[in-house]
């Protein structure tokens, strides 16, 4: 393992950073002479290399842009208004101030030295490293169309759950206030693009949302004319999923009122109108809301590491690394979670789902404590735990090693899962409580407004009943 003595470290940090209009200051460790591990990044991979090295004989700094750990797997309920913010954030100082080893840094890493071992925050420290471990995720991505990141939000943090929040809420207020019908239907028409878990998800709670928790809330509109679009350029939804799964959950989607569009490519969002190609014919769509939930790209560390390092990135930006999971060239740094194009194991490589993040955060962990005394570790392998997605109420789809589900079952089974992982007891206990009130009474209690519905000027007539 390379190690560099602190002095050599700072200077040569000091040497790199010299033309940054920000001092430069060290931050120094806690404990001197301990192993310095940092971890940048407090999402799943993240969190849980700093849990396992929670009493091991190191010190452990995590960074982080955010003061939160964020279950991103309900995300979707929050832009649907089922869940709020804090019900799946966990504060990462709350989690590990029980470890007396662990510190959390705000800050946002701008640079990694792998010749000094010092990892560049924005604000000018530098925090040195023996051990790193880059675990930051991934964002989403418009194959080439970033412009349409304006008219068709992702979904991968709080503050995206929130604008699809206003916008879904928004459109139902807006299409109560126009007399307009075009518009109107306009408005209650909803796109998501992208048929993977993510918009198989949302498009069912947006189906619940509409036909079932809003149609007694309005009096000019009925919500239950909504319509709700699922896109999706594959030949069936949840590609990953088996085929008699995926079958199941497009069924399910149709009979909760979603209609599903396979083999159907976007190729313009301009306003509120949708272009798709589904084979040789183009088609036009108008919608008032569309929501993306289709395709990842490295947000910017992966860029960083392969700069500083030298390391090999896919066509999504992943950094490909070792079966060790750590750099080829570098064999102190490892990558973690979505970030990690890991193809040792089976004919692709392991997906960017929270369960591999979480197995490779443990491994890495655990390897870092073996090294410390001159031991090894077998080559990380991911043991698959299955697959899940929840389509609406009493519907879900589960693939497991050893059986797949589908229905009531595979839907309390999800339940169970998400309530498990959720890291905190009190988010257990709120989300728990929310669900069963959200049951039965089928009303969404977090469907919040903040920003204004109406630009000045806009037409806001009451719409003529019927």
């Given amino acids: 393992m390379q190690t560099v003595s602190r002095s050599d470290q700072a200077a040569r940090a000091q040497d790199t950073a010299r033309e940054d209009a920000s001092p430069t200051v060290e931050v120094p460790p806690v404990t001197p002479g301990k192993h310095q591990v940092v971890i940048i990044g407090g999402g799943f991979g993240g969190l849980y290399a700093a849990q396992q090295l929670g009493r091991a004989d190191v010190e452990v700094t995590l960074i982080d842009k955010r003061n939160f750990h964020l279950f991103q797997p309900l995300l979707y309920q929050v ?156 030949d069936r939804v949840l590609p990953p999923f088996p085929p008699e799964l995926s079958t199941r959950a497009n069924t399910d989607l149709e009979k909760m009122g979603v209609e599903v569009l396979t083999q159907s490519l976007v190729t313009d969002i301009s306003g509120h109108q949708i272009t798709l190609k589904q084979g040789d014919e183009v088609t036009t769509l108008q919608a008032g809301t569309v929501l993306w939930a289709a395709g990842v790209r490295d947000p910017g560390m992966g860029g960083i590491l392969a700069a500083s390092t030298g390391a090999e990135r896919d066509r999504s930006g992943r950094v490909i690394v070792n079966n060790d999971l750590s750099l080829p060239t570098y064999p102190n740094i490892f990558v973690v979670g979505d970030l990690a194009h890991f193809a040792h194991q089976g004919d692709r490589p392991l997906p960017g789902v929270a369960p591999v993040a979480m197995q490779e955060g443990k491994y890495v962990a655990k390897l870092i404590q073996k090294q410390l005394r001159n031991d090894t570790l077998p080559p990380f392998e991911y043991k698959d735990t299955g697959s899940l997605a929840v389509i609406g109420r009493h519907a879900a789809v589960v693939n497991l090693p050893w059986a797949k589900l589908t229905g009531f079952f595979a839907w309390f089974v999800w339940l169970f899962v998400h309530i498990f992982y959720l890291i905190e007891f009190d988010n257990k206990l709120v989300v728990m409580t929310q669900w069963v009130a959200n049951y039965l009474t089928r009303k969404q209690g977090s469907r919040l407004i903040t920003e204004k519905v109406f630009e000045k000027g806009e037409a806001r007539a009451p719409a003529t009943p019927g």
């Fill in 79 to 234: 832009a649907t208004g089922g869940l709020s913010p804090g019900d799946i954030a966990s504060p990462l100082r709350g989690i590990l101030s029980a470890q007396k080893n662990t510190r959390v840094l705000m800050g946002e890493v701008t640079n990694v030295d792998p010749g000094a071992q010092v990892v560049s925050l924005a604000d000018g420290r530098i925090v040195p490293y023996d051990s790193l471990i880059v675990a930051t995720g991934m964002s989403h991505f418009y194959f080439g169309r970033d412009d349409w990141a304006e008219v068709a939000p992702g979904l991968k943090t709080v503050e995206d759950a929130l604008e699809m929040r206003r916008r879904i809420f928004a459109a139902f207020e807006k299409a109560e206030n126009t007399a307009d019908p075009e518009l109107r239907q306009t408005l209650l028409t909803f796109v998501i693009v992208g048929g993977g878990p993510t918009g198989v998800e949302l498009a069912g709670a947006l189906a619940e949302l509409a036909f079932h928790t809003l149609p007694n809330d309005f009096r000019h509109i009925d919500t239950t004319d909504s319509r709700i679009l699922l896109i999706e350029g594959m």
